[in-house]
């Protein structure tokens, strides 16, 4: 059996090839020229080299394919330059389900996000991650829809974002800071209660566990035309996150309570330049929470989930 993966470079990318490698299936996967580098077992892989703009390298990579995974999209926009959403996530999904079908290859498995929503008022990626569920549910396809919650898990190299490391990095560790004393973590919140700071809850997944969902799913009939929402085992607070981080990375940490409404100003003034940590939107997405149970799931195909706790952080000390 052969898949193809269209995002194979990136984080959730490369545990899913591992995946696919360990039980047989083979791997072919579209690399953007200059990021051959990145491919975690470039001699598994049947390699394409194109873009997703590119019909002619998307029909290369699925001819002769099973099945098409869909994993392209940007945790953060940039459109001055064209970095967008609308054009990685909604229509580069869009256009590779219909050269899916134009070459006859039914099986179609797209990575969206919990939370994905059609709102006005939410975020580019939720409505972006919205567009391209609606596409693939309307493309004629096999379709199964996957929607992680916030993963965790060693990036690997590669400048691969992964939630825990840019934290500690743009967060954390941003500029410099004395060892010796407590680092000011913000704890966001809104309104006007700063008792509950930092409450809001992020199911947070191992990629590993995600992996293996995409992977079994693919010859799971039962799971034509569902939509798939994941999590870990159990919630964790925004606060817990970030203590979980330092004890990890040996620094101290103080939790302040951070009014959202002057980070979000802040956000929407500096969102535009790559050196400044976050985006508002991103930053919207993560005072709303993101929690599910995936408990289902995870017993249908025997999955015990790699819980989120320090001994499974500690490749931030990397």
């Given amino acids: 059996m052969k898949v193809a993966i269209i995002g194979g470079t990136g984080y959730v990318g490369s545990y899913i090839i591992d995946e696919l490698i360990s039980n047989n299936i083979s791997p072919k996967v579209l690399v953007r020229k200059g990021s051959e580098s990145k491919l975690i077992q470039p001699n598994e892989c049947e390699v394409v080299l194109g873009d997703v703009e590119d019909e002619i390298s998307i029909e290369n ?18 459109p001055s330059i064209n970095l967008t959403n609308e054009r990685y996530q909604f229509k580069g999904s869009d256009r590779v389900a219909k050269i899916a079908k134009n070459q006859g290859v039914k099986r ?10 059609p709102d006005p008022s ?41 939630f825990c490391s840019m934290l500690d990095k743009l967060m ?67 606060n817990e996150i970030i203590k979980s981080i330092g004890k990890v990375t040996g620094q101290k940490i103080i939790m302040v309570p951070a009014p959202f409404f002057v980070i979000s100003t802040i956000a929407s003034i500096f969102d535009r ?27 249908k195909y025997e999955i015990e989930p790699i819980p989120f706790n320090i001994e499974n952080l500690k490749y931030l000390k990397n």
């Fill in 61 to 78: 990579t699925i001819k002769d394919c099973d099945c098409v995974i869909y994993l392209i999209a940007l945790i953060r926009e940039f």
């Fill in 273 to 299: 330049f790559e050196w400044f940590p976050a985006g508002k939107e991103q930053l919207n997405d993560l005072v709303k929470g993101s929690t599910c149970n995936s408990s289902e799931i995870f017993k």
């Fill in 122 to 162: 939410a975020s580019n990626y939720m409505k972006s991650k919205h567009l391209s569920e609606q596409a693939i549910k309307n493309s004629g396809l096999d379709w199964t829809i996957i929607r992680p919650s916030s993963l965790f898990g060693d990036p690997r190299g590669g400048g691969r974002p992964e």
């Fill in 172 to 238: 954390l560790n941003l500029i410099p800071f004395p060892k010796f004393l407590p680092f000011p973590a913000p704890s966001f919140f809104e309104g006007m209660n700063p008792l509950r700071a930092g409450e809001y809850s992020l199911s947070m997944v191992h990629a590993k566990d995600v992996a293996k969902v995409f992977v079994k799913s693919i010859l799971d009939e039962e799971m034509i035309g569902e939509t798939i929402e994941l999590g870990g085992e159990r919630d964790v607070t925004w």
């Fill in 108 to 117: 179609f498995i797209l990575m969206s996000a919990l939370g994905a929503d």
